[in-house]
């Protein structure tokens, strides 16, 4: 069906798209620094290749990537397990197909688990960063072609030819679907088997042929092994077509609708019911908040959905569009009700998808993931459809315009205009990864052994992955654990740099090439780190230990930048509501402590608080981060 009637040109056409909006998702895949989520995913990709399944532990150590709210009484060492796993250490949180796409990816390109270890000196280096960076991501850029791919056959089924190539331009190149298109993560395949599943239900709605159902229902288990949200909504966009798939339009049932509902539910179960039964989904994770609970609605919910209602404000017209043009358009003129009277049904029915997206994610969707991405990205496929089907009826039974290549036109021009290709087509500097500096820092040290290293939550994963240091974060571990391990303590931290000065922005305030400018924009970057340190206890050591003057000029710059409202990651996100975030340090503690009393767990009251008093810390180049080093333990003997 997708490629039934294309011409030998068209063909080629088609595959064009798919190369250029694969080449839009692929650039800079190895140089863009693999942030912690990827690297957890990758870490539940290698358990994959160790046990068979996605596995709680790595490298010999739990993994944490999720809020904490378990006790773990059993354990000396961690006060929490991680909502993430069942009590039988499988994965739950996130569904498995993505996975064990990217442990697929892994095995082919020879990236092997790394065995548990107490050295922290790292394990992988130079080139094979870039390398260990790539290859997780590759899956993702599969399942965009397969994005894609579905995205042009649900708009040939329909909004015919025009939709078609309208959809699949906007499916390439919009700039929020080419950024979810790469990552180490389920997005892509979210995005993708959505689409597909979209699609197959089009064909059941239209043909009624056996194989439409077997084929429905095995996507929608595919669905539900990459996002159970996703899964639901889809499900609940089937239901809505039973009335119309079971009756055959002159009263009575339709012919093999009964057996096909039977093959395509039992297909369906028959892929999900064993896996639920086997893991003890949903576990822990199903007792998380939903993030609606932390809301004050409607307000909350409007405030947060603002900037995707806005976009959204050209679909709401071209339903209203739809809705006038059924009810009135026997009163109206056909130059304004054909172009959407041509395509109502299916118009309507993206609509729906997209309704249905929305709420499940604003009212479904736990506290901890309500992240603006994700909802982008279960919106993506019936947004973009829509569009693209309004478009090509609006040119093609509006305005008559004949040559299919104008609709595709069009849509590239709305896009430009609206800026959501923006950051696509301008240069841009490549965030800089801090794992070559924190590994160069970790070879050419030497550390007490057995030493423990720490970092601040999730932190940790980046270096399991890339480096293969034994990392954990620092989150879930005892106090008393802390204050009584007899070896070494080394703790990276990421703490809250002031903005990046450059020494041209001070040379602007000093005049040009003042020998000052270079010491001095690094003094205004690191001081309030420096000041946060001895704040704790700690002892600056290296070039940063001593502060140095700062002219008056930059100096009162740098108060006026200090007076500005700090905005963060954490601003906008539901799981702060109710906390005034002041710095990066207190984020993560509210987010990973945020139903065992964060304010309790902060600044003196930190788990790592007492052991850190009097360690020496070395503040990497660049923003890179801090690393402390807590004296032994009286009595503790050591290997340096």
């Known amino acids: 069906m997708l490629f039934r009637g294309l011409r030998g040109a068209e063909i080629l056409l088609l595959l064009g798209f798919l190369a250029a909006g694969t080449w839009l998702r692929a650039i800079d895949i190895a140089d863009r620094p693999l942030q912690v989520d990827e690297a957890e995913s990758t870490i539940n990709a290698l358990t994959i290749l160790e046990h068979g399944y996605p596995s709680d532990h790595y490298m010999g150590l739990p993994i944490y990537e999720n809020t904490l709210s378990v006790p773990w009484p059993e354990s000396e060492e961690y006060e929490f397990k991680d909502s993430s796993y069942s009590e039988a250490g499988v994965a739950i949180y996130h569904a498995w197909l993505p996975l064990y796409s990217i442990a697929a990816a892994l095995k082919l390109a020879g990236i092997e688990p790394d065995p548990p270890t107490d050295s922290l000196r790292p394990r992988h280096e130079g080139e094979a960063l870039g390398f260990r960076t790539l290859v997780p991501r590759l899956p993702s850029l599969f399942f965009s072609l397969v994005f894609m791919l579905a995205m042009f056959g649900l708009?040939?089924?329909?909004?015919?030819?025009?939709?078609?190539?309208?959809?699949?331009?906007?499916?390439?190149?919009?700039?929020?679907?080419?950024?979810?298109?790469?990552?180490?993560?389920?997005?892509?395949?979210?995005?993708?088997?959505s689409a597909l599943a979209g699609l197959t239900l089009w064909q059941l709605a239209t043909q009624h042929r056996r194989r439409d159902y077997l084929a429905h229902g095995t996507v929608m288990a595919l669905l539900f092994h990459t996002h159970v949200l996703s899964c639901l909504v889809l499900g609940v966009l089937s239901l809505s077509r039973l009335p119309r798939l079971a009756r055959d339009g002159q009263g009575g049932w339709r012919a093999g609708f009964l057996p096909g509902a039977v093959w395509c539910g039992g297909v369906f179960l028959l892929g999900v019911v064993p896996w639920i039964l086997a893991t003890g989904f949903p576990?822990?994770?199903?007792?998380?908040?939903?993030?609606?609970e932390v809301m004050e609605l409607p307000g909350d919910l409007l405030t947060l959905s603002g900037q995707r209602l806005s976009q959204l404000i050209p679909i709401a017209l071209g339903v209203a569009w739809v809705v006038v043009a059924r009810a009135f358009g026997s009163r109206l003129p056909g130059w304004a009700t054909n172009p959407v009277l041509a395509h109502a049904g299916a118009l309507l029915h993206f609509f729906l998808w997209g309704a249905l997206a929305f709420f499940a994610f604003s009212f479904l969707i736990p506290l901890i993931s309500y992240f603006p991405a994700r909802m982008s990205m279960m919106l993506a496929a019936p947004k973009l459809l829509f569009i693209g089907v309004l478009i090509s009826g609006v040119l093609t039974h509006g305005l008559r315009v004949r040559q299919q290549w104008v609709a595709p036109l069009a849509a590239l021009a709305l896009l430009i205009g609206s800026g959501r290709t923006a950051d696509l087509l301008s240069e841009h500097e490549i965030e800089q990864s801090a794992l070559p500096i924190i590994a160069e820092y970790f070879a050419e040290e030497d550390f007490a052994s057995p030493a423990r290293l720490y970092t601040e939550p999730n932190q940790q994963l980046p270096l399991q992955y890339v480096l293969g240091l034994p990392a954990q974060s620092i989150a879930p571990v005892r106090k008393s654990f802390l204050d009584a391990y007899p070896g070494e303590i080394v703790f990276l931290d990421w703490p809250q740099f002031a903005p990046e000065w450059t020494a041209e922005r001070v040379e602007d305030l000093l005049g040009a090439d003042d020998p000052r400018a270079t010491a001095v924009a690094r003094e205004i970057t690191i001081e309030r780190v420096r000041e946060d340190i001895l704040a704790q206890g700690g002892r600056v050591q290296g070039p940063e230990a001593r502060p140095i003057a700062v002219p008056d000029a930059v100096r009162q710059a740098r108060n006026q930048e200090a007076q500005r409202p700090l905005r963060g990651w954490w601003t906008g996100i539901p799981a702060f509501f109710g906390f005034e975030v002041r710095d990066h340090d207190f984020a993560w503690k509210v987010f990973f402590y945020r139903f065992v009393d964060p304010l309790a767990r902060s600044g003196a009251g930190?788990?790592?608080a007492e052991r850190l008093r009097g360690a020496s810390a070395r503040i990497l180049p660049g923003r890179t981060g801090v690393v402390y080093r807590a004296p032994l333990q009286s009595g503790a003997v050591s290997d340096r």
């Open 155 to 193: 708009g040939r089924a329909t909004g015919g030819p025009v939709g078609g190539w309208t959809v699949l331009l906007l499916a390439s190149c919009t700039e929020v679907v080419v950024n979810l298109g790469s990552p180490a993560r389920y997005y892509s395949a979210t995005m993708a088997l």
């Open 283 to 292: 576990g822990d994770a199903g007792a998380i908040p939903k993030a609606w």
């Open 606 to 608: 930190a788990n790592y």
